[in-house]
């Protein structure tokens, strides 16, 4: 059987090189074979080309909506059924049903030339670069939509990200964030590398001008908080790469019981982020990081929350895990008790640290006792023997109680 599908092969060869039509049903009755396969290996070798199928649907007449969604090259396929789906309601195609039309009917435009954006490499220990994730929102398991920043941080050399939790984005959370993230890595780099945010310049008609508290900053640190160009997040790149990594948040939307939990989650995605290997020096950033952090100049003595943030109270946290702010009481973890926290005040919110390691947060209340659920349970649980387990519901009926205290 092998040498007549040889010999066949052989004369449908002849017959391509002379440019010689077959007469497939002549070699049909030859060989033995169908006609059918002997035109496969004619044409495609014995492989045969599978043409795209285009059936018409319910799809068709988006087509050109779709097409003209995806003339913009920042539009991605997901985007422009989402579009679709908001606009019109259930749709009677999937996403995939989507990319395939857009595939088959080349529906998407070329892509225009683009300006070059070349990879450029720092340093050892010579930048971090900064950026706000901004007006990000998360809704608990019981409804309650927390709004919130991350401050976003990344080390030029390792990749190294940093994310840290506010609630809102002043020039003080600036200042308070940067040195969080200094002491989390142990250590300064030579240039901070962000863009024109309003925490640290002021643009008027004579230009833009770093406020004269950032000044200050940059002088008593050593450093030099560097401007990147306007609309080029091209140059800070890395840490707008490690702003995907706060997609991975989305899943917990309507998962989380409350704020406690949303920074737990954000401090183990940080961690995962940098144990995954980066895609472009083929490491975890954990690993590069290692070395990088002897790179770093050391901190300066006298960098500390109270030099540049407004208000910073420092206590030794009581057996009754309240801390006071103004005559009011706010609940810390009971792992804390005997230690000494910092207490930085912003806005409607009180940051509560220890060490470099934000804690809590808690809303300025004019409630005098202002305890967690969870840090109200724990300490339940530490005192009480043979703690029953509708412990929380005990929990929850006490605190009652004291919300009527004024």
Partial sequence: MQSIETNMIGELLIMKQMKIKPNFSDLSRRYGLDRHTIKKYYYEGGIPIKKPIIRKGKIDKYDNEIKELLENPSVTCMAAYKFLENKYGSLDFTYG????????????????????HLRYE??????????????????????????????AATLGYSRYHIFIYSKTKTMYDFMRCLIECFRMIGGIPKVVLTDNMSAIVSITSDGKRKHEEILQFEKDLGIKIKLCKVRTPETKGKVESSN??????????????????????????????????ND????????????????????PSKILFESYIKDVKKQIVPATLLVQYKGKGYSVPSKLIGHEVKLVPQLDKLYVYSSTKLE?????????????LEHYVE???????????????MALKNLERLARIK
Avoid: S
């Avoid at 049903?97 to 070059?116: S, Y």
């Avoid at 670069?129 to 401050?151: A, R």
């Avoid at 472009?280 to 901190?299: A, S, V, W």
């Avoid at 809590?360 to 967690?372: A, E, L, S």
């Fill in 97 to 116: 049903g989507l990319k395939e039309r857009v595939r088959v009917k080349k529906l998407r435009c070329k892509k225009k030339d683009q300006d070059v």
């Fill in 122 to 151: 720092t340093e050892i220990g010579e930048q971090l670069q900064v950026d706000w994730k901004e007006d990000l929102k998360i809704t608990t398991v019981d409804g309650e939509v927390i709004e919130y920043n991350l401050f």
């Fill in 244 to 277: 995907r990594f706060a997609q991975w948040l989305i899943p917990y939307d309507n998962k989380l019981k409350n704020e406690q939990e949303l920074l737990d989650t954000i401090n183990t995605i940080n961690r995962q982020c940098n144990e995954k290997i």
């Fill in 280 to 299: 472009t020096t083929g490491i975890p950033p954990i690993k590069l990081f290692t070395k990088e952090k002897e790179h770093l100049l050391p901190i």
């Fill in 360 to 372: 809590v947060i808690h809303t300025i209340t004019d409630q005098k006792m202002n305890y967690q």
């Fill in 379 to 393: 300490g339940m649980k530490k005192t009480i023997k043979n703690c029953p387990d509708d412990v929380e519901q």
